[in-house]
């Protein structure tokens, strides 16, 4: 067995592994994608699994590294829990134990500002299937938090539009949570299942003009067609920069760290307060222009 062959035998189980504790299709490609790449490194730098050292993953970080911060970052990532399973399932010994954990930047990605958000609505106020479609899913991604894997996988019977209860059960980790709509997204909602096709073979909320399920691909670029039009410039608006702009507005607006956890699905506070970085050039706004000191 070649070297390379005996190491993504290693990968393969553990991607079978992180499959059958409910992991997202999308994570564990992401997964996939590092360890591979760790893989070949070794077997370019003719290294065995059973002879790497600490030292040999630190040489991998620093080329990553070399090529952006976040590379480096997303490889340490997928490594540590990696190493922690091949330690459990006795392939060899936790050789990340020993490698520091990459500084990550604070900073985050800017959010949308209202009137971005408002330009983006208002080129899907039309009566069109699509238009009322693609509001209802705008709104829902923003005054949620949802991640748009959760959204389109949204059934009917999971959708309270008289409570405004939406129960998410598709997060990270299969665990089900529940999260909240506002009136304006659940009047949106109602709008876009009256042109809905009703008699379809599955029960997805989201669905294309042929009533066949929303896929990810499709969602990213219609949004991103809606931004161009929109004539949006400096950000890259993605299903993903709508559920930031929810944390941020959430936080900005007097929300807590907790409950935006819960509502985000984020397994640990850590990932959550990433947001507060982003809130502290608000205080600081605030101060300038409230505080007694500067007018006096």
């Not at 299709?25 to 996939?32: C, D, F, H, L, V």
């Not at 952006?68 to 490594?79: A, F």
């Not at 949570?177 to 042109?195: C, E, K, M, N, S």
């Not at 969602?219 to 920069?241: D, K, T, Y």
Request: hydrophobic content about 40%.
């Amino acid at each position: 067995m070649s070297m390379l062959g005996s190491f993504e035998q290693v990968i393969n189980a553990f991607l079978l592994d992180r499959r059958a504790s409910g992991l997202s299709p999308g994570t564990i490609a992401t997964y996939k994608v590092h360890l591979h790449t760790f893989a070949r490194w070794c077997q370019a730098h003719d290294v065995a699994f059973d002879q790497l050292t600490a030292d040999y993953i630190r040489m991998f970080l620093a080329e990553r590294q070399a090529q952006s911060q976040m590379r480096l970052i997303e490889s340490y990532r997928r490594l540590r829990p990696f190493f922690r399973w091949v330690v459990a399932e006795r392939y060899g010994a936790d050789l990340m134990a020993c490698v520091k954990h990459p500084k990550e930047p604070k900073r985050l990605m800017p959010a949308l500002t209202v009137s971005q958000v408002k330009m983006l609505l208002a080129l899907c106020s039309g009566e069109s299937f699509v238009q009322r479609r693609d509001m209802a899913l705008i709104r829902l991604l923003l005054d949620c938090g949802l991640r748009i894997s959760e959204a389109l996988k949204l059934r009917l019977e999971d959708v309270d539009l008289d409570e405004g209860k939406i129960v998410i059960h598709s997060g990270k980790g299969r665990k089900d949570r529940v999260v909240y709509a506002g009136h304006r997204t659940r009047q949106t909602l109602v709008r876009y299942l009256r042109v809905r096709k009703a008699a379809l073979s599955h029960n997805l909320l989201f669905t294309n003009r042929e009533g066949l399920s929303l896929t990810r691909r499709h969602a990213h670029q219609q949004l991103a067609r809606i931004a161009r039009r929109a004539g949006i410039e400096g950000v890259r608006v993605s299903p993903h920069i709508l559920r930031h702009t929810f944390a941020t507005w959430y936080l900005r607006n007097g929300g807590d760290v907790f409950s935006l956890q819960r509502l985000l699905g984020h397994a640990s506070l850590s990932m959550t307060q990433r947001y507060l970085y982003l809130t502290e050039s608000d205080v600081s706004a605030a101060h300038e222009k409230f505080s007694p000191g500067q007018c006096v």
